[in-house]
Antibody, heavy 119, light 107 residues
Framework: QVQLQESGPGLVKPSETLSLTCTVS????????WSWIRQPPGKGLEWIGYIYYSGSTNYNPSLKSRVIISEDTSKNQFALNLSSVTAADTAVYYCARHNSNGTPRFDPWGQGTLVTVSS | DIQMTQSPSSLSASVGDRVTITCRASQSISSYLNWYQQRPGKAPKLLIY???SLQSGVPSRFSGSGSGTDFTLTISSLQPEDFASYYCQQSYSTPPTFGQGTTLEIK
């Protein structure tokens, strides 16, 4: 079955760029949509954006000016770049398959990775 | 953006109880509503999609209903592993948005 694993630095300085990678195993990213979602400590879930295997993207308007999601099909990975980070970007970041067949839904999810923004 | 509001925010119950969590959308979303369970320190897990369809592998004690703006998640007989947080999510329009969550605690 498809599994996802996030990787990247756990600490990022304010004003710098947060960069994470999601590695997909057990299936190809050459289908479906693939999303990033985040959860600040003790708070709710926020969708960041998705990429389709064709390379098309869609971002949450609240983050659009700072987000880039890209893919590397040769490595079966997709990536998140979030620029100009502040403490408000401290969160657990999840990657998830965005199943768009019928009712779009997120399944499965990676285990998540905590990114702290601090100097 | 479509706002999703869950109630209650927290709920205390006992093993064997029947519990219901509600989710209200700020506009009609037809049946484009999903439910997730999140245990502490873990990623969310899809339970119900399209308002009432049970995800493969999810126990049948979980059920969902509703359409339009009002939805419910029901657990027919609580088990110890069900004490967790639950989130609704609309997929009617972009950006997809989540409710603020309901934490189910042991009484």
């Amino acid at each position: 079955q498809v599994q996802l694993q996030e990787s990247g630095p756990g600490l990022v300085k304010p004003s710098e760029t947060l960069s994470l990678t999601c590695t997909v195993s057990g299936g190809s990213i050459n289908s479906y949509y693939w999303s990033w979602i985040r959860q600040p400590p003790g708070k709710g879930l926020e969708w960041i954006g998705y990429i389709y295997y064709s390379g098309s993207t869609n971002y949450n308007p609240s983050l659009k000016s700072r987000v880039i999601i890209s893919e590397d099909t040769s490595k079966n990975q997709f990536a998140l770049n979030l620029s100009s980070v502040t403490a408000a970007d401290t969160a657990v970041y999840y990657c998830a398959r965005h199943n768009s067949n019928g009712t779009p839904r997120f399944d499965p999810w990676g285990q998540g990775t905590l990114v702290t923004v601090s100097s | 953006d479509i706002q999703m509001t869950q109630s209650p925010s927290s709920l205390s119950a006992s093993v064997g109880d029947r519990v219901t969590i509600t989710c209200r959308a700020s506009q009609s979303i037809s049946s484009y509503l999903n439910w997730y369970q999140q245990r502490p320190g873990k990623a969310p897990k899809l339970l119900i999609y399209a308002a009432s369809s049970l995800q493969s592998g999810v126990p049948s004690r979980f059920s969902g209903s509703g359409s339009g703006t009002d939805f419910t998640l029901t657990i027919s007989s609580l088990q110890p592993e069900d004490f967790a947080s639950y989130y609704c999510q609309q997929s009617y329009s972009t950006p997809p948005t989540f409710g603020q969550g309901t934490t189910l605690e042991i009484k």
